[in-house]
């Protein structure tokens, strides 16, 4: 590690660059959360994997991390761009629901998909609703600068004044803003626009929208783009380290945020753009409008039309890590057939170093070199298919060991079980897949089963009522009928 530098690919410049934090030993990083108006897909799955993967990799080369991720609960229009079409109250009237239980529901169904494929929380997960207050001020701040203005109740960004000041709008996307206002059609501005171009900051709600705010301007709700620059700049300043998000966030979305930040505060407010590459399917990207999609429950369990099998959690997360995280990535049956065999050998051979104590003073392996390979790759760019390669390295070295071809000392040994661990299930985090697990705990069950019914002919039936309540409380119901006793968890 100490032989190298850290490296990212930073898409503002095009390039990879060597990663200077604000603050030394620190980084801010903010990642663009969901919008929680449906189920995630394991498109949006991988990109919040890359960016789990980006986080524990900062982390265990001992950086502290604040990472901000946010949920995007408000404000969000259909892509018919319909005022009235807001994506959460569309989603309220076809499932009879109030807006705020649909952001509930599929709010909690994100940060359970996140868990089963072992992604860590964020330190800070902001709602943009939970945010109206800090977006209204930085429209006010927008209008007095001049870089904004009131149209009908909405407020809109002034691209071209942006521009006219030399600020350049459409540097990270690299598009011409001729280009722009020539390809452009007036879409959710009912001409109270000036351009085409200019985005909206504030949206006049109609009386009967149902998430809708007091405003200077009247009632209305906050343009997507906003949100990110109030959340962003208020938990990581003016200025951060990392912006991260998917690919198609780049543009408008993130173009927007630059614009804000800019327009705020004189200054650009991100030091590195990083942009996770997409997740395809029979060669299409995943996009929910398309539906072209699976869920992620379709894949693990297998009941879905396009694959022949379920998958584990960490077998599909070990197959998105084999990939970079600016590559593409088509999932196909056969593709997760080959990282499930690669996943197993590789979990086999841990279980193998782990029971290996090493032998003697030498090694047949030059441990050193392995891992400054491991942690070049790591540090450019956040490689995990080299890093994979490496570990495979050692791999082969496991099952030569075990076959009495290979050997290492009792110090490298140690330490290759250490730097395994690391790079396995603390970077990559993947994790072992517990065999059996129910057959386990269906095993366990019928003991404690046995073990109630035994007080009960003894009469204690103080204990075999706490037998019986205390399985409950783990989610397991006890049902005794003359055949004998069942249970459900
Ligand atoms: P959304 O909820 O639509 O805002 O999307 C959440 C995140 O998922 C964003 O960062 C998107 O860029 C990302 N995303 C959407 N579709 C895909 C895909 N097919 N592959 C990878 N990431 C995606
Ligand atoms: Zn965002």
């Not at 007095?144 to 000041?165: H, T």
């Not at 000036?194 to 301007?217: C, G, R, T, V, Y």
């Not at 997760?336 to 032998?359: P, Q």
């Not at 517990?434 to 204690?460: C, F, G, H, P, Y």
Request: glycine share 8%; with cysteine.
């Amino acid at each position: 590690m100490e032989n190298h530098q850290l490296k990212i690919y930073n898409s503002l410049s095009g390039e990879k660059e060597i990663f200077k934090p604000i603050l030394e030993g620190n980084v801010g990083m903010y990642v663009c959360g969901p919008t929680v108006y449906s189920n995630v897909h394991m498109g949006n799955v991988r990109t919040f994997m890359s960016f789990d993967f980006i986080y524990r990799a900062l982390t265990h080369l001992g950086y502290k991390v604040r990472y901000v991720r946010n949920i995007t609960d408000a404000g969000h229009l259909t892509d018919d761009g319909d005022v009235n079409n807001d994506r959460f109250v569309k989603q309220s009237r076809l499932e009879k629901l109030e807006p705020m239980e649909i952001v509930q529901k599929y709010t909690v169904n994100f940060h359970d998909v996140l868990k089963l494929f072992n992604n860590l929380p964020p330190n800070i997960e902001p709602t943009a609703t939970g945010h109206i207050i800090e977006q209204l001020e930085l429209a006010k701040i927008l209008i007095d600068k001049g870089l904004a203005y009131e149209s009908n109740g909405s407020v809109y960004f002034d691209v071209l004044e942006y521009n006219r000041r030399g600020l350049n709008y459409g540097e990270l996307s690299k598009r011409n803003i001729e280009e722009l206002f020539a390809n452009t059609r007036d879409l959710d501005g009912q001409g109270e626009k000036k351009n085409p171009q200019d985005f909206a900051l504030w949206k006049k709600a109609s009386p009967e929208h149902i998430m809708k705010w007091p405003s200077p301007w009247g009632e209305g709700f906050p343009g997507w783009h906003l949100e990110c620059t109030a959340m962003s700049t208020k938990y990581l300043g003016d200025k951060f380290d990392i912006h991260g998000g998917g690919m198609d966030l780049k543009f408008p979305h993130h173009e927007c945020e630059i614009a804000q930040g800019k327009g705020c505060n004189g200054t650009s407010p991100v030091n590195y753009w990083m942009h996770a590459n997409m997740l395809t399917m029979n060669g299409q990207k995943m996009s929910k409008s398309t539906g072209n999609t699976i869920l992620p429950m379709e894949l693990i369990t297998g009941e879905n039309t396009f694959f022949e099998k379920g998958f584990h959690p960490s077998v599909i997360r070990f197959f998105f890590l084999q990939a970079h995280y600016r590559s593409v990535v088509d999932l196909s049956n056969e593709a997760l057939l080959a990282s499930e065999k690669g996943f197993n050998r590789m979990m086999e051979a841990l279980k193998i170093l782990n029971d290996y104590e090493g032998e003697g003073e030498n090694s047949s392996f030059t441990l050193a070199e392995w891992k400054d390979k491991c942690y070049a790759a790591l540090m450019d760019d956040f490689n995990s298919p080299i890093l994979i390669a490496h570990l495979f390295d050692v791999v082969k070295l496991i099952f030569s060991i075990k076959d009495g071809k290979s050997h290492l000392s009792t110090s490298d040994t140690d330490e290759l079980k250490h730097l395994m661990h690391a790079f396995v299930y603390d970077v990559l985090g993947l994790q072992q897949i517990e065999e059996n697990a129910n057959e386990k705990l269906d095993s366990t069950i019928q003991v404690l089963i046995e073990l109630r019914n035994q007080a009960r002919k003894a009469k204690n039936f103080e204990l075999s009522d706490q037998i019986r309540d205390k399985l409950l409380e783990a989610g397991i119901q006890l049902k005794d009928s003359r055949e004998g006793t069942t249970y459900t968890y």
